[in-house]
């Protein structure tokens, strides 16, 4: 018989968070099923709030870390009382060409997202805000014991999403990177850059940053609004990654790297994008985006993690508290990442 949890949930588009109870399915024969401890509170789960519900009551959240307390008869990767993480998938084709390339981020089929998704069974997906979750076991990973379980909860989405173009780019020592925003994911971005050996500008808006981006390790930092910033760094990066979720001005970005170089667009804007191509012949540059991480290589990210001390920066946070924090995510009042402890969701 499937399980009642408590969890919270957004009702109604552009609801509140409320507390709520959902059902959770028997744990099949390759299932897990995980008690959640902790949930990382990303923007992209409000976007989610905005848009028209797929159904109601929706329980968000995709940075899942939590214990192992029952496995399916077939389950081979995971044992109970095993420290485990979810991101932002449950399943995916597993027979696409770039789900056979362990891509399963980019399933040609669409893959399934760990809230707002069709599942196997015909019901839709719920998140992390929640009690308890069960999942197949091939799109679980393993949190090492070195991390702190709530410090590395974020590492599920922003952690994996900004790890991924470091990989692809083969960062490493004398790779030159620049970071633009130092948010959820471009403070993750700066720790893993420097932790590969690269060296590493952070770019915000203003000055305000600046001490934190130097004690996370960036090399040097410089604010976006001052009139020489981008004339005195034309031509200097290898990789700029873009964490905002907003616009931001393509073409003076561009102008950035140096031969051969790239920008890679992590974070997500509604908007358009406008460029002048001429800005991508010049210097043979290249403008392109990444997403998350598939499951191989966010299971390479945490180990990485874990050798090199890399977690997030985070404030805990009460269930009662989400729509609080996501208010001062609007108000960007949150350095560097909400994280939901689920033992509150009882309390």
Same mark, same amino acid.
């Given at each position: 018989?499937? +399980?009642? $949890?408590?969890?919270?949930? $957004?009702?109604?588009?552009?609801?509140?968070? =409320?507390?709520? +109870?959902?059902?959770?399915?028997?744990?099949?024969?390759?299932?897990?099923?995980?008690?959640?401890?902790?949930?990382?509170?990303?923007?992209?789960?409000?976007?989610? #709030?905005?848009?028209?519900?797929?159904?109601?009551?929706?329980?968000?959240?995709?940075?899942?870390?939590?214990?192992?307390?029952?496995?399916?008869?077939? $389950?081979?990767?995971?044992?109970?009382?095993?420290?485990?993480?979810?991101?932002?998938?449950?399943?995916?084709?597993?027979?696409?060409?770039?789900?056979?390339?362990?891509?399963?981020?980019?399933?040609?089929?669409?893959? *399934?997202? #760990?809230?707002?998704?069709?599942?196997?069974?015909?019901?839709?997906?719920?998140?992390?805000?929640?009690?308890?979750?069960?999942?197949?076991?091939?799109?679980?990973?393993?949190?090492? &014991?070195?991390?702190?379980?709530?410090?590395?909860?974020?590492?599920?989405?922003?952690?994996? *999403?900004?790890?991924?173009?470091?990989?692809?780019?083969?960062?490493?020592?004398?790779?030159?990177?620049?970071?633009?925003?130092?948010?959820?994911?471009?403070?993750?971005? #700066?720790?893993?850059?420097?932790?590969?050996?690269?060296?590493?500008?952070?770019?915000?808006?203003?000055?305000?940053?600046?001490?934190? &981006?130097?004690?996370?390790?960036?090399?040097?930092?410089?604010?976006? &609004?001052?009139?020489? +910033?981008?004339?005195?760094?034309?031509?200097?990066?290898?990789?700029?990654?873009?964490?905002?979720?907003?616009?931001?001005?393509?073409?003076?970005?561009?102008?950035?790297?140096?031969?051969?170089? *790239?920008?890679?667009?992590?974070?997500?804007?509604?908007?358009?994008?406008?460029?002048?191509?001429?800005?991508?012949?010049?210097?043979?540059?290249?403008?392109?985006? +990444?997403?998350?991480?598939?499951?191989?290589? *966010?299971?390479?990210?945490?180990?990485?993690?874990? =050798?090199?001390? #890399?977690?997030?920066?985070?404030?805990?946070?009460?269930?009662?508290?989400? %729509?609080?924090?996501?208010?001062?995510?609007?108000?960007?009042?949150?350095?560097?990442?909400?994280?939901?402890? %689920?033992?509150?969701?009882?309390?």
């Amino acid at each position: 018989m499937p +399980t009642t $949890v408590k969890a919270y949930a $957004v009702l109604e588009t552009n609801g509140s968070i =409320e507390p709520v +109870t959902i059902e959770r399915r028997d744990v099949g024969a390759h299932d897990v099923q995980i008690d959640i401890q902790y949930c990382g509170i990303c923007h992209s789960d409000m976007n989610f #709030v905005k848009m028209p519900l797929p159904e109601s009551p929706l329980v968000l959240g995709h940075e899942i870390v939590g214990e192992v307390t029952a496995v399916g008869e077939a $389950v081979t990767k995971h044992a109970v009382g095993d420290r485990v993480g979810i991101g932002c998938m449950v399943n995916s084709c597993r027979e696409c060409a770039n789900c056979l390339q362990g891509q399963e981020q980019y399933c040609l089929n669409g893959h *399934t997202l #760990v809230f707002s998704s069709p599942d196997r069974d015909g019901t839709m997906t719920q998140g992390g805000y929640s009690e308890m979750i069960v999942a197949n076991e091939d799109f679980v990973v393993k949190v090492p &014991a070195a991390l702190d379980p709530a410090a590395a909860a974020p590492l599920l989405c922003a952690g994996a *999403t900004v790890f991924a173009p470091l990989k692809d780019w083969k960062v490493g020592p004398g790779s030159n990177v620049a970071i633009i925003g130092l948010g959820g994911l471009g403070h993750l971005a #700066v720790k893993f850059a420097k932790a590969k050996g690269a060296v590493v500008t952070a770019l915000s808006r203003s000055d305000r940053k600046r001490d934190d &981006a130097l004690r996370l390790g960036a090399d040097a930092y410089f604010a976006t &609004a001052e009139q020489d +910033t981008f004339k005195t760094l034309a031509n200097s990066f290898d990789l700029v990654i873009n964490t905002v979720s907003g616009s931001i001005d393509v073409d003076a970005y561009l102008g950035l790297l140096a031969l051969g170089g *790239t920008l890679v667009n992590a974070g997500i804007d509604s908007e358009p994008v406008t460029m002048n191509v001429y800005n991508v012949i010049r210097n043979r540059r290249s403008y392109t985006g +990444t997403h998350f991480g598939g499951i191989t290589e *966010t299971q390479e990210m945490l180990d990485f993690a874990a =050798e090199h001390g #890399v977690t997030a920066e985070i404030e805990m946070i009460s269930a009662n508290q989400i %729509n609080e924090a996501y208010q001062r995510i609007l108000d960007a009042d949150v350095r560097y990442r909400f994280v939901l402890d %689920n033992a509150t969701l009882t309390s």
